[in-house]
Nanobody, 121 residues
Framework: QVQLVESGGGSVQAGGSLRLSCAASGYTSSYYMGWFRQAPGKEREGVAVIDNDGGTTYSDSVKGRFAISKDNAKNTLYLQMNSLKPEDTAMYYC????????????????WGQGTQVTVSS
């Protein structure tokens, strides 16, 4: 049973930073792990994905501001978010168990419960 638990969300002013964490347990040998977000009334969208070789993929909206990383010893995924904007406000989810297709599309089997990020102007 794969379990993903996110933490680190909160409220911050525009221009601020947050670091999200996702602790993984159970079957965690999936090649890809990623961060997704969903704002009220919008579809879930991919933010950043990392593969087992350390390769990363970012959405255009966060490129240069966010950084995804992984600590394999701790089975923990991170998302460092800098220069936050009000449009980054959303529930952020980590995911693993890639099912195929484009890595930034939400085609993953396992999801965490999410952590809320709110950015005020």
């Amino acid at each position: 049973q794969v379990q993903l638990v996110e933490s680190g969300g909160g409220s911050v002013q525009a221009g601020g930073s947050l670091r999200l964490s996702c602790a993984a347990s159970g079957y965690t040998s999936s090649y890809y792990m990623g961060w997704f977000r969903q704002a009220p009334g919008k579809e879930r969208e991919g933010v950043a994905v990392i593969d087992n070789d350390g390769g990363t993929t970012y959405s255009d909206s966060v490129k240069g501001r966010f950084a995804i990383s992984k600590d394999n010893a701790k089975n923990t995924l991170y998302l460092q978010m800098n220069s936050l904007k009000p449009e980054d406000t959303a529930m952020y989810y980590c995911a693993t168990g890639f099912e195929g297709g484009w890595v930034l599309k939400p085609g993953y089997t396992y999801w965490g419960q999410g952590t809320q990020v709110t950015v005020s102007s």
